[in-house]
């Protein structure tokens, strides 16, 4: 017998279980084409070598070691990298950063700290969002989401101010009590950033309704360029003087391994924050979630060897660009059309509303979008949902472009296939 919360867990099974057959031209061609989970397949092979010269471990590593939360190298070298990496404006102190088994678990530390459970207290995030946050904040901490919307604002530009403070009355409204704002920076799945008057406005917010600003910054150096128009540039809320703003106890940064160094195997995010107290209850938390110390060392290797690391990052934004525009030419000869703004991130934002099925839901626009995700997957080819990433029309899909190019390719046959019929 299973508790309530347990019933409904064993029916949402939100996770890969089990053996993968990745699509291959020559080995596997009939497998699925995945352009839903956001990982850098173009770095694996740099990243591995890298690992496969650094795998020599020395045996303490085999307990449980100085902790749980983060080693003193590991908090050392992260901390040196993001003081080259994120300009901060006050240096970065190894103390203020602590480490749980990925950026997934440190979400829901930040929510579990913030919000009391089960009183109807909130986490803030702006539409579309990363959809599996309505996972990672809620399915376990008893707290809710409330949701910003923009309508034709733009939500990168400071007037998004006025839509996230709506949100936040809204909710007061209705008895629920927000306790922390949570942006993606660079966005996902829009993939611009935000500039510095927008987080500036944010923090100003966040210090007048008296909650915490919680920025995930895991894409942060996963920033491309681009020669057709002007190029947007990454700015860690970590970089702004806050005197006179927000007290700097209530922001806090999220960075980890996945995304920028294609490591998501290594299973490792951070929490950088300036309050003292903040850090011990998350660290509190956390010990439910403590990385393997053998991928803290792999980590520490590759964060201190920053003469390597200056070369990879290199390499990541060019493959990342020479993606992007791949991923447009072919979209474009299909006449699939997307959100044309931003230049970080993996991914791209689909705009497939003119191939909704509408005759066959009754003009029900988010019918028609399950059914045509349905019918891709049947054709091999799967994309996250406008619907599940809180997207305000329907026939928006996030579509993973940093694979092999014959799999892009593949990927957006099938996806063509599929829209001509």
């Given at each position: 017998m299973l508790s309530t919360r347990g019933k409904t867990w064993s029916k949402n099974i939100w996770f890969a279980h089990g053996a993968q057959k990745p699509y291959h031209p020559e080995t596997n061609p009939d497998a699925v084409v995945n352009f839903s989970f956001a990982e850098n397949w173009l770095m694996h092979d740099d990243l591995i070598q890298f690992i496969n010269t650094h795998s020599q471990f020395d045996n303490k590593l085999c307990a449980y070691g100085e902790g749980y939360t983060g080693t003193v190298r590991?908090?050392?070298?992260?901390?040196?990298?993001?003081?080259?990496?994120?300009?901060?404006?006050?240096?970065?102190?190894?103390?203020q950063i602590t480490f749980a088994a990925?950026?997934?678990a440190l979400n829901e530390a930040c929510t579990l700290?913030?919000?009391?459970?089960?009183?109807?207290?909130a986490i803030l995030i702006g539409n579309p969002v990363y959809g599996v946050f309505a996972r990672d904040l809620a399915a376990r901490t008893g707290a809710v989401l409330a949701h910003a919307n923009f309508g034709d604002a733009d939500q990168f530009s400071p007037d998004c101010v006025?839509?996230?403070e709506a949100a936040f009355e809204e909710a007061k409204a209705n008895g629920v009590t927000v306790r922390a704002l949570v942006i993606c920076n660079p966005h996902n799945p829009l993939g611009q950033c935000y500039p510095r008057e927008t987080l500036v406005g944010l923090m100003r917010l966040c210090a007048s309704k008296g909650i915490h600003l919680i920025s995930d910054e895991i894409y942060a150096l996963s920033v491309y360029n681009r020669d057709d128009r002007p190029v947007e540039k990454f700015t860690s809320v970590l970089s702004i003087d806050t005197t006179d703003i927000i007290d700097p106890k209530q922001v806090h940064a999220l960075y980890g391994m996945s995304k920028d160094f294609g490591a998501a195997g290594m299973r490792l995010g951070c929490l950088v924050t300036r309050s003292n107290e903040f850090t011990q209850a998350v660290r509190s938390v956390c010990c439910f979630s403590s990385p393997s110390q053998f991928s803290m060392d792999?980590?520490?290797?590759?964060?201190?060897?920053?003469a390597y690391l200056a070369k990879f990052l290199e390499k990541s934004r060019a493959?990342?660009?020479?993606g992007r525009l791949l991923a447009e030419e072919l979209l474009a000869q299909v006449g699939i059309s997307y959100h044309d703004k931003g230049n970080a991130?993996?991914?791209?934002w689909l705009d497939l509303a003119p191939f909704l099925p509408l005759d066959e839901t009754n003009g029900d626009g988010w019918a028609a979008e399950r059914l045509l995700s349905k019918r891709l997957e049947q054709a091999g080819v799967v994309m996250s949902t406008g619907e599940q990433y809180r997207a305000s029309?329907?026939?928006k899909f996030r579509f993973v472009f940093c694979l092999e190019e014959d799999e892009v390719r593949e990927g957006v046959k099938r996806i063509s296939r599929v829209l001509k019929k």
């Amino acid at each position: 017998m299973l508790s309530t919360r347990g019933k409904t867990w064993s029916k949402n099974i939100w996770f890969a279980h089990g053996a993968q057959k990745p699509y291959h031209p020559e080995t596997n061609p009939d497998a699925v084409v995945n352009f839903s989970f956001a990982e850098n397949w173009l770095m694996h092979d740099d990243l591995i070598q890298f690992i496969n010269t650094h795998s020599q471990f020395d045996n303490k590593l085999c307990a449980y070691g100085e902790g749980y939360t983060g080693t003193v190298r590991l908090r050392t070298a992260m901390a040196k990298h993001l003081n080259t990496h994120f300009n901060p404006f006050h240096e970065i102190d190894p103390e203020q950063i602590t480490f749980a088994a990925g950026v997934t678990a440190l979400n829901e530390a930040c929510t579990l700290v913030t919000c009391n459970p089960d009183n109807q207290e909130a986490i803030l995030i702006g539409n579309p969002v990363y959809g599996v946050f309505a996972r990672d904040l809620a399915a376990r901490t008893g707290a809710v989401l409330a949701h910003a919307n923009f309508g034709d604002a733009d939500q990168f530009s400071p007037d998004c101010v006025a839509a996230y403070e709506a949100a936040f009355e809204e909710a007061k409204a209705n008895g629920v009590t927000v306790r922390a704002l949570v942006i993606c920076n660079p966005h996902n799945p829009l993939g611009q950033c935000y500039p510095r008057e927008t987080l500036v406005g944010l923090m100003r917010l966040c210090a007048s309704k008296g909650i915490h600003l919680i920025s995930d910054e895991i894409y942060a150096l996963s920033v491309y360029n681009r020669d057709d128009r002007p190029v947007e540039k990454f700015t860690s809320v970590l970089s702004i003087d806050t005197t006179d703003i927000i007290d700097p106890k209530q922001v806090h940064a999220l960075y980890g391994m996945s995304k920028d160094f294609g490591a998501a195997g290594m299973r490792l995010g951070c929490l950088v924050t300036r309050s003292n107290e903040f850090t011990q209850a998350v660290r509190s938390v956390c010990c439910f979630s403590s990385p393997s110390q053998f991928s803290m060392d792999l980590a520490a290797k590759l964060l201190e060897d920053q003469a390597y690391l200056a070369k990879f990052l290199e390499k990541s934004r060019a493959t990342l660009q020479r993606g992007r525009l791949l991923a447009e030419e072919l979209l474009a000869q299909v006449g699939i059309s997307y959100h044309d703004k931003g230049n970080a991130g993996l991914f791209m934002w689909l705009d497939l509303a003119p191939f909704l099925p509408l005759d066959e839901t009754n003009g029900d626009g988010w019918a028609a979008e399950r059914l045509l995700s349905k019918r891709l997957e049947q054709a091999g080819v799967v994309m996250s949902t406008g619907e599940q990433y809180r997207a305000s029309t329907p026939g928006k899909f996030r579509f993973v472009f940093c694979l092999e190019e014959d799999e892009v390719r593949e990927g957006v046959k099938r996806i063509s296939r599929v829209l001509k019929k």
